[in-house]
């Protein structure tokens, strides 16, 4: 054998281990992105799951911010004061789950759920008062996303939940 052909040979090895070594490097490079995925999926679910615990345990909080997203204008000044503190927490994480979509890390479907919660909320004509007066903390791409989407379906609001009755009677 010649010094070239083994030559030929040592690059043709060479070539199989990078190869080797690129297969290797996109199978860590998905898991990496799957893990992170998982993730910011856990944070998203963890944070808005803390608000809603917050809002839940307190039913005066609660009954507060169903009113506010109906008619925040009729609120006195220190409800207005809560539910501001409430509705820019709300709508940061909406802002956050927003961004992590864009950047790739919820999946469409998880995304497609968050997005008609937080059209519903949006859509309230006490929240659209709120909204006038502190969209400019939020994002650009955040408010134009906002501003230029529609709900895909209806979604019940909170004020629609609170008030359905019982379509049943109780036995005498």
Do not use: C
Request: aromatic share 16%.
């Amino acid at each position: 054998m010649t010094l070239n052909e083994l030559g030929n040979i040592g690059e043709f090895i060479s070539s199989i281990g990078v190869i080797v070594s690129l297969v290797y490097l996109a199978a860590q490079i998905r898991k990496s992105t799957e893990t992170e995925r998982t993730s910011t999926y856990q944070s998203v679910v963890s944070d808005f799951g803390s608000l809603n615990r917050t809002m839940a345990s307190n039913a005066e909080l609660s009954y507060l911010y169903v009113r506010a997203l109906e008619n925040f204008a009729e609120l006195d000044v220190a409800e207005k004061a809560r539910i501001s503190q409430l509705f820019f927490a709300t709508f940061h994480y909406f802002e956050n789950m927003y961004y992590q979509y864009q950047k790739g890390y919820l999946e469409e479907d998880v995304w497609r759920g968050w997005k008609r919660l937080m059209l519903t909320y949006y859509a309230r004509p006490g929240f659209q008062t709120w909204w006038s007066i502190r969209r400019d903390v939020f994002s650009n791409s955040f408010g134009e996303f906002l501003e230029a989407s529609k709900p895909d379906r209806y979604i019940a609001s909170y004020n629609d939940v609170t008030e359905l009755k019982s379509n049943t009677t109780e036995s005498e």
